[in-house]
């Protein structure tokens, strides 16, 4: 599949949204939380615009994206008819690509190396915006995957706000896919306790309940939203 490409509408129902709400609203009941303390971010990667009209016409204002370059390629227009729309970029993101993040993103939850904070921290001084950051923990400290491997969140924490001059929102997680998930979210909020972080990004379509009743502050889900990709 190509960034041009994106995927058109499949089994989305107009009720996804409104069941996915429901959700969170238990999970933030049982958990003894306010609803209003979990972000919920739909994530539009590969989905078309004919495919999002309907989530923003649901009454969803917050949305995720995995590459730059194909948000740009469809946001702009949305945001332009739509401009309470906060776009998040949940997937990796390169050194050259951070210019076009800053410029669009009003959230980044993938800072996980010293180039990235570089590029951000001067990009951030030049454009004068200040998308949120999240550092991405590889919580299972796998090879294939981006993020800071728990050992040394600390000490690149600190290295992002001393060494960068960047502030730091919270942490990011994607737990292993073969792994039960509880572990790597307590460890996630572990780790933002310790560093003074209060945003935890962490939960997707099957497992967000859960990440709730562990601290999620933001969710990222999109196939029980939009349907299967």
Same mark, same amino acid.
């Given at each position: 599949?190509?960034?041009?490409?994106?995927?058109?509408?499949?089994? *989305?129902?107009?009720?996804? =949204?409104?069941?996915?709400? @429901?959700?969170? +609203?238990? $999970?933030?009941? !049982? #958990?003894?939380?306010?609803?209003?303390?979990?972000?919920?971010?739909?994530?539009?990667?590969?989905?078309?615009?004919?495919?999002?009209?309907?989530?923003?016409?649901?009454?969803?204002?917050?949305?995720?994206?995995?590459?730059?370059?194909?948000?740009?390629?469809?946001?702009?227009?949305?945001?332009?008819?739509?401009?309470?729309?906060?776009? *998040?970029?949940?997937?990796? =993101?390169?050194?050259?690509? @951070?210019?076009? +993040?800053? $410029?669009?993103? !009003? #959230?980044?939850?993938?800072?996980?190396?010293?180039?990235?904070?570089?590029?951000?921290?001067?990009?951030?001084?030049?454009?004068?915006?200040?998308?949120?950051?999240?550092?991405?923990?590889?919580?299972?400290?796998?090879?294939?995957?981006?993020?800071?491997?728990?050992?040394?969140?600390?000490?690149?924490?600190?290295?992002?706000?001393?060494?960068?001059?960047?502030?730091?929102?919270?942490?990011?997680?994607?737990?292993?896919?073969?792994?039960?998930?509880? #572990?790597?979210?307590?460890?996630?909020?572990?780790?933002?306790?310790?560093?003074?972080?209060?945003?935890?990004?962490?939960?997707?379509?099957?497992?967000?309940?859960?990440?709730?009743?562990?601290?999620?502050?933001?969710?990222?889900?999109?196939?029980?939203?939009?349907?299967?990709?």
């Amino acid at each position: 599949m190509t960034e041009s490409s994106p995927t058109p509408l499949t089994d *989305h129902s107009p009720n996804a =949204l409104a069941a996915v709400e @429901a959700e969170i +609203a238990r $999970a933030c009941k !049982d #958990a003894r939380r306010e609803r209003s303390s979990v972000t919920l971010i739909a994530v539009s990667k590969t989905f078309a615009a004919d495919a999002i009209l309907p989530v923003i016409a649901a009454g969803q204002r917050v949305f995720g994206e995995n590459r730059v370059q194909e948000a740009k390629g469809k946001w702009p227009e949305l945001t332009a008819a739509q401009p309470d729309i906060a776009l *998040h970029l949940i997937g990796p =993101l390169q050194s050259n690509k @951070a210019k076009e +993040a800053v $410029a669009l993103f !009003d #959230a980044i939850h993938s800072v996980d190396r010293p180039s990235i904070c570089q590029a951000l921290a001067k990009e951030i001084e030049s454009q004068n915006r200040h998308p949120q950051l999240f550092v991405q923990i590889n919580t299972g400290e796998e090879p294939q995957k981006a993020g800071i491997a728990p050992a040394e969140a600390d000490a690149f924490i600190a290295s992002c706000r001393d060494s960068y001059g960047l502030t730091i929102s919270g942490l990011m997680c994607i737990p292993p896919v073969d792994e039960p998930p509880s #572990a790597h979210f307590a460890l996630t909020a572990k780790i933002a306790a310790r560093n003074g972080l209060k945003n935890l990004s962490m939960g997707m379509s099957a497992d967000f309940a859960n990440a709730i009743m562990l601290g999620a502050t933001h969710v990222r889900v999109g196939s029980a939203i939009f349907g299967h990709r």
